[in-house]
């Protein structure tokens, strides 16, 4: 079993609709999550980061954690053709260590 | 702020041979860190830096590859006799150690490695 698990997609949804993109993990030790944006052939942009549990939204984008479940999940109000990317959730144990990744999650927002 | 910037952005190499490629961090970002990722996955941890300290390296990180950061600012991934299984993209990012959004790490565009 990884230590981060991440439905890879693809997601197709028609735009203005709400996506609920996720990831379970393994270790509860992991304190920091993150989601980050991908384009093709592009690097990863950081979209929200959390620390702990609970809510924090920004925009269309609302992130949450629920430790107890070891589940995280991005929410996207909605969604625009330009919100197609592939959407990476990563977490780590304390600040400075490296980030654990998710496989990545492929969206596409059709007009 | 430029962003983190990476050299080349493609590299097209036969087996066995040696490439190196450059990052160059956030100007006032002390950390370093390098991921490779592979199509269809999420990047995966290479090595980290804090000025030029090498702190931590991934059991990924092989013999073949070796990371520098001489004077803390620019940093440079060699990969020696390189094999078809090293083809992927090799990403960069840079974070703060101390301040408002420290060690939020920003990543460049990557160098994609294909390896003949």
């Known amino acids: 079993q990884k230590e981060v698990e991440q439905d890879p997609g693809p997601l197709s949804v028609p735009e203005g609709a709400i996506v609920s993109l996720n990831c379970t993990y393994s270790n509860s030790a992991f304190q920091y999550f993150m989601w980050y944006r991908q384009y093709s052939r592009k690097g990863p942009e950081l979209l929200m980061y959390?620390?702990?549990?609970g809510n924090k939204e920004d925009g269309r984008f609302t992130a949450q954690v629920d430790k107890s479940s070891k589940y995280i999940s991005l929410f996207i109000r909605d969604s625009q053709p330009s919100d197609s990317a592939t959407y990476l959730c990563?977490?780590?144990?304390?600040?400075?260590?490296?980030?654990?990744f998710g496989k990545g999650t492929t969206l596409s927002v059709s007009s | 702020d430029t962003g983190v910037s990476q050299d080349p952005r493609h590299k097209i190499t036969k087996r066995g041979q040696n490439v190196t490629f450059r990052c160059d961090p956030i100007s006032e970002h002390n950390r370093l860190y390098w991921y490779r990722q592979t199509l269809g996955q999420g990047p995966e941890f290479l090595t980290y830096f804090q000025n030029e300290a090498q702190l931590e390296k991934s059991r990924l990180l092989s013999d073949r590859f070796s990371a520098e950061r001489p004077k803390g600012s620019f940093s440079t991934l060699e990969i020696q006799r390189t094999e078809q299984g090293d083809s992927a993209m090799y990403l960069c990012?840079?974070?703060?150690?101390w301040g408002r959004g420290a060690d939020t790490q920003y990543f460049g565009p990557g160098t994609r490695l294909t390896v003949l």
């Open positions: 990563a977490m780590r144990v304390q600040a400075g260590t490296a980030l654990i």
């Open positions: 990012a840079s974070s703060l150690e």
């Open positions: 959390t620390y702990s549990s």
